[in-house]
């Protein structure tokens, strides 16, 4: 552009240049007059150069929710792809991670990944068979299978079994969840 016009003795001058998602980094975007317009030989003539797309600046996006993160992601130009992670430590429903660092300039319309928490997995374990342990064995069961000790209830129920678990409040091989409490009764005679 600048050879053309010096070939035409007209003078350049550089205009700011500015960005431009439909002109290419280095192209003319406009010139002053417009094309096509007759002047005088000597006269100058403005050209705007693009510095191709604007890039788009990463927003931060843990500990947004879902839809705050797609939106900031949309209102800088940006399209979202998220998935679904447990973590203990990241509240159900808030960014934990991002895949492009916040900061970071990248073309418009990048995709940017972010993974949301689900809250803590629910673990789940099988509730042990109690009846004819000793508490401290039952109690010892518990606490292996995960499980906390409820109330430990003593009953008068005969001479079979004595000192032994005769009852328990969640039924051997039930799934439950992790931690919960399994009460038992225990034989006194």
């Known amino acids: 552009a600048e050879r053309t016009l010096q070939a035409a003795n007209l003078t350049v001058v ?6 431009s998602d439909s002109i290419a980094e280095g192209n003319v975007i406009s ?16 050209i705007v150069v693009s510095l191709g797309a604007e890039p788009a600046t990463v927003p931060s996006l843990r500990g947004k929710t879902a ?9 800088a130009g940006l399209n979202g792809s998220s998935s679904e992670e447990y973590s203990d430590s990241v509240p159900a429903g808030q960014v934990i991670s991002q895949s492009i660092s916040a900061g970071k300039q990248v073309d418009k319309g990048t995709t940017v990944e972010y993974v949301v ?7 789940y374990v099988t509730v042990p068979n109690l ?20 109330e430990v209830n003593d009953n008068y129920g005969g001479t079979t079994n004595v000192n032994r678990v005769v009852d328990q409040s969640v039924s051997a091989g039930s799934s439950v969840e992790e931690g919960i409490s399994v009460s038992f009764t225990i034989n006194l005679g």
């Open 14 to 19: 550089q205009g700011e240049a500015q960005y």
């Open 67 to 75: 839809s705050e993160a797609q939106s900031a992601l949309q209102n």
């Open 131 to 150: 009846i004819g342990r000793t508490e401290s064995e039952a109690r010892q069961a518990l606490r292996d299978a995960g499980l906390s000790v409820g």
């Open 31 to 46: 010139s002053n007059p417009a094309a096509g317009t007759e002047v005088e030989e000597g006269t100058e003539v403005t």
């Open 117 to 123: 928490s689900r809250g803590p997995e629910t673990k």
